[in-house]
């Protein structure tokens, strides 16, 4: 095994990694990961590549952009799109049960604070930015779960 090919799948752990961590872009790093391979000498096409490329990027926009339109469709403002992206950074510091709730507890308090007599509609926009975290984070783990199951058969 070649050390490109060890970075590769060290890129493909990383990005595994992000894809549930809000600060690690997780699929573009396992995409780092199929470009060591294709420099190393995969036998991957410019059509794969640009592929790939493009469900990489593809998958990282609709997760950003996915939170807003769900909470958006649950009926919420846009302070509760605002506590929803606090929440998911705040809850990066109280491990995996607050990167779980921190969307949600985010998404409810800013809903309070743009509304506290609607606590009911609340509830329900904070639960559209949960579903929505769960959603892009569930797509994310299944595009870098097969790119890194590409890697791992190049390498071995």
Not at 8 to 27: E, Q, R, Y
Not at 47 to 65: E, R, Y
Request: glycine letters at 12%; aromatic letters at 14%; a positive charge.
């Amino acid at each position: 095994m070649h050390w490109m090919e060890i970075v590769a799948l060290i890129c493909a752990f990383i990005g595994i990694i992000g894809c549930v961590v809000p600060v690690l872009p997780g699929v573009p790093i396992v995409y780092v990961g199929i470009l060591l391979c294709f420099w190393q000498g995969a036998a991957f096409t410019t059509t794969n590549l640009v592929w790939w490329a493009v469900v990489a990027v593809g998958v990282t926009l609709l997760d950003n952009f996915l939170p807003a339109v769900m909470t958006k469709k649950f009926g919420g403002s846009k302070a509760a799109s605002r506590g929803a992206l606090i929440g998911i950074f705040a809850g990066m510091f109280f491990g995996p049960l607050g990167i779980l709730l921190g969307p949600f507890l985010g998404a409810l308090v800013g809903e309070l604070t743009h509304d506290g007599t609607n606590s009911a509609r609340a509830f329900k926009v904070a639960f559209g930015s949960f579903a929505a975290f769960l959603l892009g984070t569930g797509i994310k783990l299944i595009a870098a779960f097969y790119l890194t199951r590409i890697i791992w058969q190049q390498a071995f």
